[in-house]
C-alpha cells in the first residue's frame, strides 16, 4: 500500500487517536490501495471525511483502489462508494453515523431520495416514488425489473399508480429517465359520429361483425378501438387512436348514405320473437307516442303517423316497416330489444309420499230359532268386516245370496235342522295392513315468463249415479240398467310459470296436484282417491332446492258395537259385543328445484343427462336375461346414441334488416 504524503498524517492521527477527526478544510488525497483489507479503507475514508463507521462483522474483502490523481474528501467518498457495490456491500447513512452492510441486507435499511443532496450519479443508497401518468404503473415492473440489480426493489402500487424503487442513485436515475420515456400520452381521444340516414346501433353491429376482436390488443400494442351506440341521440362514439378512428370515420361515412332510390322500407327479420305480436305492439307504441303531439301539432302527428306502416310476414317471421329515417331508428331500437334469445327453466318437482294403514276388526255373532219356521228368535248380530250371521245363515240354503266373500277368519258352530232348537254362531277376527311410497319426480322445462304444464294421469271412471228402467218387448217385461260414469284424472300435474330475476334467483308461481287410488284395508261404495295440491309462489336461487309443503299426519280410531249390561260382564259380555280398531299414519312432502339454462350448451348438457339417462335404465333392461326366454331373438327397443355435437356458438347478428329501394 502507497499513500502520498498530503494523507500520512491524516492516518497517524486516525490510528493515534479513537474519536473521529474533521477533514482538512482544503485537502487533497491520492488513494492507492492493493490487496488491502477492507478495514484499513474504511478507517482511512472515516479519517478523511470525518464520518462516524460501523462496521456489520460480514463486510470482509481484500480490496484494490488505484488512483493518479487528488481528489476532495467527498469524491474520495463516492470512490468509496463505488468500491463497495463492486464488492457487494453499501453504506446506509444512520443519523450521524455510517453503517457497512452487505447488500443482501439493503432492502430492509432507510435509504435517502433521489432528488435533494445525493448526486444523480452516486453509488448512494436512495428510495424513490414515482408517479406514472399514462400507463399501468403495474405492467412497467415487468419491463424494468431486469434493468436492476437482484438486491434492489421495485414495487407498484395500484391504488395511486405509482411505483417504488430503491437501489443505489445513479441506477434509480437511470430508471427515472426510461420511465419518463414510456409515460407519454397516447393521441387517443373519443369521437362522437352522429348518424343521419341509419340506426346507430345497426352500423355498431356491422362494424362488430367485422372486427370481433375488439376487446383483444390491437397489432403493435395499440389500444383497441371502441366502438358505443347511443340511441337516445343516433350517434356512434368512437375511442381509439387517431388512425383507428379515422378508419372507422370513413366505413361509417359510407354506411350512413341514404339509399340510392330514396326508399325508407326495411324488412326485418325476427330470430326469437314473433313478428306477428311485436307489429301489433309497435303500432300500439307509434299511435300512443304521436298522441301527445296532436294536441299541439295536429297537421305533424297525423303526417308522422300516416308516413309510418308496420306489417308482419308470418312465413318468413319478418316485420316490415316503412317510416322516416329517425321513426326507423326508434322502431329498429325497440326491435333490437325484443328479439333476443330468452332463457329457459327446468323445474323438477319431487314428491314423496310414505303411508301406512293398519285395521282391526273381532266379534261374536250368534242367532237362536225355537218356533220352527226358520225365523230367528233371539241373538247378537253385528257385521265384522261387512258380513253378518244372517248373511251366511242364507248362503247356506241359497249361496247365491252371499255377494261378497268374507274375509279374514270365521269360526262358526250350529244346528239347522227340521225340528226343534235351531242356533248358530260365529267368531270373527279380521286385519288389516296396507302401506304407500311414492317418489315422484315430474320435471319440465319451459321458457322465462312463459306457463308450462305436465300432466302424468289416468283417467280414471268413477260412478256417479244408477237407475233401471222397464220396457215391453216380444218376450215381455225387460230390465234395462243403467250407469252414469265420470271420469277423473288421477296421477301427477305441475303448472308453473318462472320469473328469472336479474341475479341468479328464480320467482316461480307453482301449482302442483298429485293424487293416486288409495290402498285401502276395508270396503268402500267406489274408490277412494288420495289427493294432493298446492298451489303458492317461491323465490328460489338457481341451482336450490326448498320445499313447498307437507303434512305429517298419525292418527288412530277405536270402535264397540255390544249389548247394553251384558257386553260390560267379564268373560261372557265378549258375546255380546264387537271391536274395531284403525290407525294411519301419513308422511309427505313436496320439494322443488329450479336450474335456468341460459344458453344452448345449459340446455345440450341438460338433455344428454336425462337422454343418457333413460338409455341406460333400457340397456339394463336388455341385459336381465331369462332362462328360457319367451321371445327368443327379439331384443328390447332402445333409443339410439346422441350424435357427437359441438357447442353452439352465440348466434351471429345475422343481417337485421335488409333495405328495400
Given at each position: 500500500?502507497?499513500?502520498r504524503p498530503?494523507?500520512?498524517a ?6 493515534g ?6 477533514p ?5 488525497i491520492t488513494p ?9 479503507v474504511?478507517?482511512?475514508v472515516a479519517a478523511?471525511?470525518?464520518k ?9 474483502a481484500?480490496v ?6 487528488s ?12 468500491l463497495?457495490?463492486?464488492h457487494?456491500f ?11 452492510i452487505?447488500?443482501a441486507?439493503m ?6 431520495d433521489?432528488?435533494?443532496r ?11 416514488v414515482?408517479?406514472?401518468?399514462n400507463?399501468?404503473a403495474?405492467?412497467?415492473?415487468a419491463?424494468l425489473?431486469p ?18 424503487l ?6 434509480v436515475n437511470r430508471?427515472?429517465r426510461?420511465?419518463r ?7 387517443a381521444?373519443?369521437?362522437?359520429v352522429?348518424m ?5 346501433a345497426?352500423v ?12 383483444q390488443?390491437a ?12 340511441e ?7 375511442a381509439?387512436?387517431?388512425?383507428q378512428?379515422l ?5 361509417i361515412a359510407?354506411l350512413?348514405?341514404?339509399l ?15 313478428a306477428e ?13 304521436t298522441a ?7 297537421g305533424?302527428a297525423?303526417s ?9 310476414e308470418?312465413?318468413?317471421n319478418?316485420?316490415?316497416v316503412?317510416?322516416p329515417a329517425k321513426q ?8 333490437d ?22 285395521s ?6 250368534w242367532?237362536?230359532?225355537?218356533s220352527?219356521?226358520?225365523n230367528a228368535v233371539g ?10 250371521i ?6 247356506v240354503?241359497?249361496p247365491?245370496?252371499l255377494?261378497?266373500?268374507p274375509r279374514?277368519?270365521t269360526?262358526?258352530?250350529g244346528?239347522l235342522g227340521?225340528?226343534?232348537?235351531d242356533?248358530a ?8 295392513d ?5 317418489i315422484a ?15 302424468v294421469?289416468q ?27 265420470q ?5 301427477t300435474i ?5 320469473q ?10 307453482i301449482?302442483?296436484?298429485s293424487?293416486?287410488?288409495a290402498?285401502?284395508s276395508?270396503?268402500a261404495?267406489?274408490?277412494v282417491?288420495?289427493k ?7 323465490l ?6 326448498v320445499?313447498?309443503?307437507?303434512l ?16 260390560r260382564?267379564p268373560l261372557?259380555g ?7 280398531a284403525?290407525?294411519t299414519k301419513?308422511n309427505?312432502m313436496v320439494?322443488i328445484q329450479?336450474?335456468?339454462l ?8 341438460e ?6 339417462y333413460i338409455r341406460?335404465?333400457?340397456?339394463r333392461l336388455?341385459e ?14 332402445e ?5 357427437a ?6 348466434t351471429?347478428a345475422t343481417?337485421a ?5
Amino acid at each position: 500500500m502507497r499513500i502520498r504524503p498530503v494523507l500520512i498524517a491524516a492516518l497517524l492521527a486516525a490510528a493515534g487517536a479513537a474519536s473521529a477527526q474533521q477533514p482538512v478544510q482544503g485537502q487533497r488525497i491520492t488513494p492507492n490501495f492493493k490487496d488491502a483489507d477492507i478495514t484499513q479503507v474504511i478507517e482511512a475514508v472515516a479519517a478523511a471525511t470525518g464520518k462516524n463507521v460501523i462496521i456489520d462483522p460480514r463486510v470482509r474483502a481484500q480490496v484494490t483502489m488505484l488512483s493518479q490523481t487528488s481528489m476532495t474528501p467527498d469524491e474520495f467518498y463516492e470512490a468509496f462508494l463505488g468500491l463497495l457495490q463492486v464488492h457487494g456491500f453499501a453504506a446506509v447513512p444512520s443519523g450521524k453515523m455510517i453503517k457497512i452492510i452487505p447488500d443482501a441486507n439493503m432492502r430492509t435499511v432507510p435509504g435517502s431520495d433521489l432528488p435533494g443532496r445525493v448526486s444523480a450519479t452516486s453509488d448512494e443508497l436512495v428510495t424513490q416514488v414515482v408517479s406514472v401518468t399514462n400507463v399501468n404503473a403495474a405492467q412497467l415492473v415487468a419491463i424494468l425489473r431486469p434493468l436492476m440489480p437482484q438486491n434492489a426493489h421495485l414495487a407498484a402500487y395500484p391504488a395511486s399508480n405509482m411505483l417504488i424503487l430503491s437501489d443505489r442513485a445513479n441506477n434509480v436515475n437511470r430508471m427515472l429517465r426510461i420511465i419518463r420515456r414510456i409515460d407519454q400520452s397516447s393521441d387517443a381521444d373519443i369521437e362522437v359520429v352522429a348518424m343521419q340516414n341509419v340506426s346507430a346501433a345497426e352500423v355498431v353491429r356491422t362494424m362488430n361483425l367485422l372486427n370481433p376482436a375488439q376487446t383483444q390488443s390491437a397489432e403493435g400494442g395499440m389500444a383497441p378501438l371502441r366502438v358505443v351506440a347511443d340511441e337516445r341521440s343516433n350517434s356512434i362514439l368512437l375511442a381509439g387512436e387517431k388512425t383507428q378512428r379515422l378508419r372507422a370515420r370513413t366505413l361509417i361515412a359510407y354506411l350512413d348514405t341514404p339509399l340510392a332510390g330514396g326508399g325508407d322500407t326495411r324488412v326485418r327479420y325476427l330470430r326469437y320473437a314473433d313478428a306477428e305480436k311485436i307489429a301489433t305492439k309497435l303500432k300500439e307504441q307509434i299511435q300512443g307516442s304521436t298522441a301527445p303531439a296532436a294536441a299541439g301539432a295536429a297537421g305533424a302527428a297525423v303526417s308522422g303517423e300516416r308516413n309510418t306502416t308496420i306489417w308482419a310476414e308470418p312465413e318468413t317471421n319478418a316485420l316490415v316497416v316503412t317510416a322516416p329515417a329517425k321513426q326507423m331508428a326508434s322502431i329498429m331500437s325497440i326491435v333490437d330489444k325484443l328479439d333476443i334469445r330468452r332463457a329457459q327453466v327446468i323445474v323438477e318437482a319431487i314428491i314423496v309420499e310414505v303411508s301406512a294403514d293398519k285395521s282391526a276388526e273381532l266379534g261374536v255373532n250368534w242367532l237362536i230359532d225355537g218356533s220352527g219356521n226358520n225365523n230367528a228368535v233371539g241373538g247378537f248380530v253385528e257385521p265384522v268386516g261387512g258380513i253378518s250371521i244372517i248373511d251366511l245363515a242364507r248362503a247356506v240354503n241359497d249361496p247365491t245370496t252371499l255377494t261378497t266373500v268374507p274375509r279374514g277368519t270365521t269360526v262358526g258352530i250350529g244346528r239347522l235342522g227340521s225340528g226343534g232348537i235351531d242356533f248358530a254362531a260365529i267368531l270373527r277376527a279380521l286385519r288389516g295392513d296396507s302401506s304407500t311410497n311414492i317418489i315422484a319426480t315430474p320435471s319440465i322445462v319451459t321458457m322465462d315468463n312463459q306457463q308450462a304444464e305436465i300432466k302424468v294421469a289416468q283417467e280414471v271412471p268413477f260412478v256417479t249415479g244408477q237407475y233401471a228402467s222397464t220396457g215391453a218387448g216380444n218376450a215381455g217385461n225387460q230390465l234395462n240398467p243403467f250407469q252414469t260414469i265420470q271420469r277423473q284424472e288421477v296421477g301427477t300435474i305441475l303448472k308453473i310459470t318462472p320469473q328469472i330475476n336479474e341475479g341468479d334467483a328464480v320467482m316461480l308461481k307453482i301449482e302442483q296436484e298429485s293424487s293416486s287410488i288409495a290402498a285401502t284395508s276395508s270396503g268402500a261404495v267406489d274408490l277412494v282417491t288420495n289427493k294432493r295440491t298446492i298451489s303458492t309462489h317461491v323465490l328460489i336461487e338457481d341451482g336450490g332446492t326448498v320445499v313447498l309443503g307437507g303434512l305429517i299426519q298419525d292418527s288412530q280410531t277405536g270402535g264397540e258395537q255390544r249389548v247394553p249390561f251384558l257386553g260390560r260382564i267379564p268373560l261372557i259380555g265378549e258375546a255380546f259385543k264387537t271391536r274395531s280398531a284403525k290407525k294411519t299414519k301419513t308422511n309427505l312432502m313436496v320439494f322443488i328445484q329450479p336450474r335456468i339454462l341460459r344458453d344452448g350448451k345449459d340446455t345440450m348438457i341438460e338433455t344428454n343427462q336425462k337422454y343418457n339417462y333413460i338409455r341406460n335404465e333400457q340397456r339394463r333392461l336388455g341385459e336381465r336375461g331369462d332362462v328360457l326366454p319367451l321371445l327368443p331373438g327379439e331384443k328390447i327397443a332402445e333409443l339410439p346414441p346422441l350424435p357427437a355435437t359441438v357447442a353452439p356458438s352465440p348466434t351471429p347478428a345475422t343481417p337485421a334488416d335488409t333495405p328495400t329501394p
